[in-house]
């Protein structure tokens, strides 16, 4: 019952930076919680960054520092900065949304970061 669409990914250097957004089909202020995993080439799927309905934010120790997640209420949107990147955040990046018990997640989009 909730879609989302991701877009701001694409190819960059390393020391670049991007943003990545997600943009929901239903109020984001019901969500529990709304997050960005990425699974890089090879390896399994890690969080990224997480957000609650009530503001807290949560990190991988990986990004810590150098990205951070954001949302806006008001748009039904919410967003990933990434400064900084290196060839090792190279990983197709996924947004999810969950609602209750159940989760909902994007298509994907791929981040690649040359050296």
């Known amino acids: 019952q909730v879609q989302l669409v991701e877009s701001g990914g694409g190819l960059v250097q390393a020391g670049a930076s991007l943003r990545l957004s997600c943009a929901a089909s239903r109020n984001i202020f019901n969500a529990n919680f709304m997050g960005w995993h990425r699974q890089p080439p090879g390896k399994q799927r890690e969080l990224v960054a997480g957000?609650?309905?009530?503001?807290?934010?949560t990190y991988g120790d990986s990004v810590k520092g150098r990205f951070t997640i954001s949302r806006d209420d008001a748009a039904n949107t919410f967003d990933l900065q990434m400064n900084n990147l290196n060839p090792e955040d190279t990983a197709i990046y996924s947004c999810s949304y969950v609602l209750w018990t159940t989760t909902y997640w994007g298509q994907g989009t791929q981040v690649t970061v040359s050296s």
């Open positions: 957000i609650t309905s009530g503001g807290q934010t």
